[in-house]
């Protein structure tokens, strides 16, 4: 007799399952940010289900592969205390462990490894938001899957799976650092992709070609390449490596913080107290080598009229692009923070009171000529004409404090206010108060 199964009893846990990917943050991005999302993550799955029908699995591969996994976990659960920075692009070294593994093992294994790595960063590690951990790990799936096949494509003759001795060894290691570099452009080609389409205004200079990354970017290719090469002649001699590794990653989740501290998080600038103590520094130079220095406050005029239109998320996006446009136009060498509110600081060594002024004015004027666009949200659509008004002090004289300058352009800024707004207005030390000049 057949069983009668009773409606819905089977489809409750579909449902569930159902209700719990309606839920997923993923859904609520913007496209084609969520296209490309989904894109990427969806082409890694594929590729990583195809690869183990075409490899020839090895033991000893096999072996290889989960002792340098088992590194990676020891890396992660090393540093879980150090509290990750969000935001920006992060350098863990777990690409070590990958382009180890794209040299020394089948492309699978380099498509793969990612997953478990992953997964037990999502499990101990409970931050941020899990599809940005699952893009960033699709997109090293992908890297370093392309970076294994580039180098098992080579001949032997200039690498193959031993370094050997001579000049072969130095192909083989600069085959393994081309490969690490392919892997680099990959990755960072589609984070560089989704920031951009998450935040228009993201200054990838900021994240990818400062000094730091830089550095940073290069010692861990190194780190990877000799390790590399280690494994491909030994693989016992890795956990030689380990150590130095997990420090080495320690060292640099926690200067990723120092540096990210003394930003603002709204504004990508210098937050208020950073700004001021290298504007002491800088201060205290200047005078003790007789050289020039001035300093301008800027305040947006009527600022508070766009947080009242489209609310403070909105109005946070306007202030980062008045922000940016303020960054953007200034010099390398100027020193430019959030003060607060909506008030920005900028101090520009080795410069008298008419070059502040002048650099003040163009700034005001293209700030005045460009409109600021909301381009997502529930404000998306929304354009804003702001402007600014602007107070510049110089220190002319060696006989006053670095607040006393401030409060002397804070001074200047409200005679520009005073008359009228969309101004600059200009006090420098020798002219005294009533040597205000507004224009």
Request: proline letters at 4%; one cysteine or more; glycine letters at 8%.
């Amino acid at each position: 007799m057949a069983a009668i199964r009773r409606p819905g009893v089977m489809t409750i846990p579909y449902r569930r399952v159902a209700d719990s990917v309606s839920r997923w943050r993923v859904w609520s991005l913007a496209e084609p940010l969520r296209a490309l999302v989904l894109g990427v993550v969806a082409v890694a799955v594929a590729v990583t289900s195809i690869a183990p029908a075409r490899t020839g699995w090895r033991p000893s591969d096999m072996a290889i592969f989960l002792a340098l996994v088992g590194c990676g976990l020891i890396t992660i659960e090393s540093s879980r205390g150090v509290a990750e920075v969000h935001g920006t692009v992060g350098r863990d070294l777990q690409t070590v462990w990958y382009l180890t593994m794209a040299i020394n093992l089948p492309p699978a294994y380099a498509l793969f490894a990612p997953v478990p790595l992953c997964a037990y960063r999502l499990w101990r590690v409970r931050s941020g938001f899990a599809y940005r951990r699952v893009y960033s790990n699709a997109t090293l799936s992908l890297a370093y899957g392309a970076a294994s096949l580039l180098f098992h494509a080579i001949p032997r003759s200039v690498a193959g799976p031993s370094p050997g001795s001579g000049m072969h060894v130095l192909t083989w290691t600069g085959v393994a650092a081309g490969a690490g570099a392919l892997a680099w452009l990959i990755n960072n080609g589609f984070l560089l992709a989704a920031i951009k389409l998450s935040d228009r205004g993201a200054r990838l200079r900021d994240l990818f070609g400062n000094r730091e990354a830089s550095t940073s970017d290069l010692i861990e290719l190194t780190l990877a390449v000799s390790l590399s090469l280690v494994v491909a002649i030994n693989p016992v001699l890795m956990a030689l490596s380990l150590p130095s590794i997990v420090l080495y990653r320690r060292y640099l989740m926690h200067s990723q913080l120092v540096a990210q501290a003394r930003i603002d998080d709204k504004t990508g600038l210098l937050n208020a107290g950073t700004w001021q103590h290298e504007g002491e520094v800088e201060f205290a130079r200047a005078q003790r080598t007789g050289t020039p220095l001035a300093i301008a406050m800027i305040d947006i005029d009527h600022f508070k009229t766009v947080n009242d239109t489209v609310g403070h998320p909105a109005g946070d996006r306007v202030l980062r692009g008045i922000a940016s446009a303020v960054r953007d136009d200034l010099r390398g060498y100027d020193l430019t923070g959030r003060y607060g509110g909506d008030e920005f600081a900028i101090l520009f060594p080795h410069t008298r009171a008419s070059e502040a002024r002048r650099i003040s004015e163009r700034l005001r004027d293209k700030i005045a000529g460009d409109p600021v666009v909301i381009e997502d949200g529930s404000h998306a659509g929304y354009i804003f004409r702001l402007t600014v008004s602007i107070g510049v002090a110089a220190a002319d004289s060696p006989c006053r404090s670095f607040s006393e300058l401030i409060a002397t352009a804070d001074a200047a800024l409200c005679q520009a206010k005073r008359a009228g707004r969309n101004r600059v207005g200009v006090l420098s030390d020798s002219a005294g108060k009533d040597g205000t000049r507004v224009s």
